[in-house]
């Protein structure tokens, strides 16, 4: 197996292109561990949730991670361009095509499926049949959000793990 061409982000590049780097894998390493922390620690609770419990559960939650994440997705789109323009000749131009594909698809999900169920949610649901259908379908679509999450963190670790591998090479065959 031939590893990715000659040079990129390893290979003698200007501290802010390793910065970028850095702050895309931060962000997908919180959104990474935000999925996984849902579907480990909040959805088993979710058959005990009623009507008089759900609210302080779940909305305070969602407009807090909702206020938060919003701009640091914007944040991620324009690090990952950016991590395409410095690695667009090389071979690992594929890992922030993947990511910002995964990013793209999960925003679009959150706005046009997720957000309006959250709208319901904090609008106070008071029916419980209805409270259970919506909360499955939150999860449900969360679940697949997690998986997207989980592309991205992945896509970047093993950015960082070939980069690292590489380097030592790199090294050593300098003058």
């Known amino acids: 197996m031939t590893s990715p061409s000659t040079t990129g982000i390893a290979d003698h590049s200007p501290g802010w292109q390793v910065a970028n780097v850095i702050f895309l894998l931060a962000c997908?390493?919180?959104?990474f561990g935000t999925g996984w922390s849902l579907v480990l620690f909040s959805f088993?609770?979710?058959?005990?949730?009623?009507?008089?419990?759900?609210?302080l559960q779940?909305?305070?939650?969602?407009?807090?991670?909702?206020?938060?994440?919003?701009?640091?997705?914007?944040?991620?789109?324009?690090?990952a361009v950016v991590m395409?323009?410095?690695?667009?000749?090389?071979?690992?131009?594929?890992?922030?095509?993947?990511?910002?594909?995964?990013?793209?698809?999960?925003?679009?999900?959150?706005?046009?499926?997720?957000?309006?169920?959250?709208?319901?949610m904090a609008a106070g649901i008071t029916d419980q049949s209805r409270l259970t259908g919506i909360l499955d379908r939150w999860m449900s679509f969360n679940r697949i959000r997690?998986?997207?999450?989980?592309?991205?963190w992945v896509t970047m670790a093993a950015y960082v793990?070939?980069?690292t591998a590489r380097a030592p090479r790199l090294r050593e065959a300098a003058p």
């Open 84 to 120: 395409i323009w410095t690695e667009w000749k090389t071979g690992y131009r594929w890992v922030p095509i993947v990511v910002l594909a995964a990013v793209t698809i999960a925003t679009v999900l959150t706005e046009k499926v997720i957000f309006p169920l959250n709208v319901e």
């Open 44 to 55: 088993p609770i979710a058959p005990k949730l009623t009507t008089a419990t759900y609210y």
């Open 146 to 152: 997690v998986w997207l999450w989980t592309l991205e």
């Open 58 to 79: 779940f909305v305070p939650q969602v407009q807090a991670a909702t206020a938060f994440l919003t701009p640091m997705t914007i944040a991620m789109m324009v690090s």
């Open 28 to 31: 997908v390493s919180m959104y």
């Open 161 to 163: 793990f070939m980069k």
